[in-house]
């Protein structure tokens, strides 16, 4: 299911049977002469629809631009940054609106700069954002005080079920931690240009690998297809697994 082109029936059945909605968090940035601007946009984009294939999840529109940061190219690069204060509110009206319409099982899967599952700020204004959108529904929803009231006593019970509001909105990679290390990650290499391959074979053109030089982009030579495959099989077996 696809959200932008479902209807209240399909939005009502998410809903009542707690099917997980789930939003590519992309980014527009350099990767090289040889890499897609889209990259990191289109490997979580690839992997969903692909889990979509294999589970019953209804996909929301994709999130692209993003604080994607110049660490790799500068501003003149094509990268698209926004700032960090700015998207964490934008995206944390969009959780809102989702938790107000009665979505309680969202989940955001990111590629970008996710290396060993690391905190770096979009991620962070994700789960930050995520965090404060759930705080204000219960406060707005429950009341002040809504936690210690005599009703929430069984909070700590309920912490690793279904009605933990603070499960509402996981932010999760594309490839976890173990899924890295049995493969490999990088930024427009052998491993980034390989998943994408796999997913999007014209998005990586390896003959313009020289149109300009960088040291992170020399391992690419190496990429290929059945590399590419093996990543996606895992990272879509433990993401089978994580959204629930």
């Known amino acids: 299911m696809i959200l932008d082109r479902c209807f209240p029936r399909e939005v ?3 809903q009542e049977n707690n099917i997980p909605l789930v939003i590519c968090g992309g980014t527009v940035e350099y990767h ?4 897609s601007y889209g990259c990191d946009t289109l490997v979580a984009e690839g992997l969903v629809k692909k889990l979509a294939e294999k589970k019953e999840i209804m996909i929301a529109p994709t999130i692209s631009y993003s604080p994607s940061s110049y660490a790799v190219g500068d501003s003149k690069s094509g990268t698209v940054h926004v700032r960090e204060q700015a998207f964490e509110n934008y995206v944390y009206y969009v959780f809102m609106s989702l938790l107000e319409a009665g979505f309680r099982n969202i989940y955001v899967v990111i590629h970008h700069q996710f290396e060993q599952e ?9 789960r930050m954002a995520a965090k404060r959108a759930t705080m204000e ?3 707005k929803t429950l009341g002040q005080g809504w936690w210690g009231s005599e009703s929430y006593a069984n909070y700590y019970e ?4 279904a009605n933990n ?5 996981k932010v999760i990679p594309t490839m976890s ?6 493969t490999g990650y990088d930024h427009a290499g052998k491993y980034e240009c390989s998943i994408l391959m796999s997913l999007y074979p014209d998005c990586v053109q390896l003959d313009r690998i020289d149109d300009i030089k960088h040291w992170f982009t020399e391992s690419a030579r190496e990429a290929n ?6 990543m996606v099989a895992k990272s879509l077996e433990y993401l089978e697994k994580a959204i629930k």
């Open 177 to 182: 931690t173990e899924v890295q290390n049995a």
């Open 137 to 139: 529904y219960l406060e």
């Open 165 to 169: 509001p603070f499960g509402w909105i």
């Open 12 to 14: 009502k059945k998410v």
């Open 32 to 35: 090289g002469p040889h890499c």
């Open 118 to 126: 690391s905190e770096m700020p979009m991620t962070l204004c994700y």
């Open 158 to 161: 309920e912490l690793e079920g």
């Open 225 to 230: 297809s059945d590399l590419g495959d093996e």
